[in-house]
């Protein structure tokens, strides 16, 4: 894996974007060979873990994982610093009430970092 988007993603607690991955030059086709190889889960369009962290996690923190990655899909959604609607948006996506309490657990126990929110989308 490049040491690029392991750094990024270790930084986010383990979750990442394809855009992530595009912004240090890793493309669709080497997300796809990474993914085939059992390096990342790839756990929604777009929105991915890596396979160690995944594999380390309790239910209910794969769900927190699988929450910040695709709420990182969704850019526009939230302001990573506040946690509070962007002024720019339309429709603040949101995660489930399971997603949110999942996450909120992660975040209280340790298992989930909280330095994913003080990366850009």
């Known amino acids: 894996m490049d040491p690029r988007l392991r750094a990024v993603a270790e930084h986010q607690g383990g979750a990442f974007t394809s855009s992530d991955a595009a912004r240090v030059d890793v493309g ?42 695709v709420l990182r899909t969704r850019p526009a959604a939230l302001t990573a610093k506040d946690h509070v609607p962007a002024p720019d948006a339309a429709t603040p ?3 489930s009430h399971q997603a949110a309490l999942a996450l909120t657990t992660s975040l209280s126990t340790g298992f989930v970092s909280t330095s994913w929110t003080s990366c850009p989308p």
Do not use: F, K, Q
């Not at 080497?30 to 996690?57: F, I, K, M, N």
């Open 93 to 95: 996506d949101a995660a």
């Open 28 to 69: 669709e086709s080497a997300l796809r060979h990474l993914t085939r190889r059992g390096e990342v889960v790839h756990v929604r369009r777009g929105a991915y873990v890596l396979a160690d962290v995944w594999a380390s996690a309790t239910p209910e923190g794969r769900l927190a994982l699988r929450t910040i990655a």
